[in-house]
């Protein structure tokens, strides 16, 4: 069983930056896509970006030219760089790992943005 493991979330002024990373214990080759999801309190959780295995990136036009999401796969890590933090962007991230058998999840970091 894949165990996700996220870190780098806080508390950070808006317009800061923030790195959070995804920590897998299997190889991240074994998914098709990893990604990040947020949720906010009483909000749906939500795409913010997705990475393929073969490094296609997608992201949510909230945070298209604010994040980026990458990997390194020499240690099973993917992480989402935030910079120019808004207040909106204040939620709960998750990581995600896709495969044919379904989502993994992390157990989600938070990330406040206020001054």
């Known amino acids: 069983q894949v165990q996700l493991v996220e870190s780098g979330g806080g508390l950070v002024q808006p317009g800061g930056s923030l790195r959070l990373s995804c920590a897998a214990s299997i190889s991240i080759f074994s998914f098709a896509t990893m990604g990040w999801y947020r949720q906010a309190p009483g909000k749906q959780r939500e795409l913010v970006a997705i990475?393929?295995?073969?490094?296609?990136?997608r992201y949510a036009d909230a945070v298209k030219g604010r994040f980026t999401i990458s990997r390194q796969n020499a240690i099973n890590t993917v992480y989402l760089q935030m910079n120019s933090l808004k207040p909106e962007d204040t939620a709960v991230y998750y990581c995600?790992?896709?495969?044919?058998?379904?989502?993994?999840w992390g157990q989600g970091t938070q990330v406040t943005v206020s001054s």
């Open positions: 990475v393929t295995s073969g490094g296609t990136t």
């Open positions: 995600n790992a896709r495969n044919y058998q379904g989502d993994k």
